[in-house]
């Protein structure tokens, strides 16, 4: 292809209709521990934790996992930890809290992108059901009929 093809092509990627729709998140409230409005206008999940953890100084971890995640258009109310565990309702995640730190949050995991998935076991497949057995009495402390 010429050279003047890719120009065009280009061009005409910056002036498509996605190119043009630019995400904003709109944060309101001083005290992010009781109550804050977050308002969304196409925005990915990375998007909105970046700009959350930007403005509140909270680490966030795990963002390749939402990599999947598609732009969403919301508004929410409640202090940063609850709005953090809406958005967050469809992925593994560990919020973790903190005292010194003025939003009450210090980090944000996202370990995984399905909801409720058990950790992958190590070995190679389904234990017994009599592995199964002793573990439940180890755990319980009793004897399985």
Known sequence: MSRLCWIAIAICWLFSPTALQAATITVSGENPR?????TVEDATINLILE???????FEVGGLQNTDNSEA?????????QSILERLLRNWN????????????????????????AAPP???SGRVSGNEDDRLLQALTGQGVD
Request: aromatic fraction near 4%; avoid cysteine; charged fraction near 20%.
């Open 34 to 38: 009781r109550a804050i409005t977050i």
């Open 51 to 57: 700009d959350l953890r930007k403005k509140y100084g």
């Open 72 to 80: 969403q258009s919301i508004t929410m109310s409640g202090s940063l």
């Open 93 to 116: 995640h560990m919020i973790i809290r903190s005292a010194d730190n003025e939003s009450g949050i210090a980090k944000v995991m996202i370990l995984n992108s399905t909801y409720g």
């Open 121 to 123: 076991r190590a070995g």
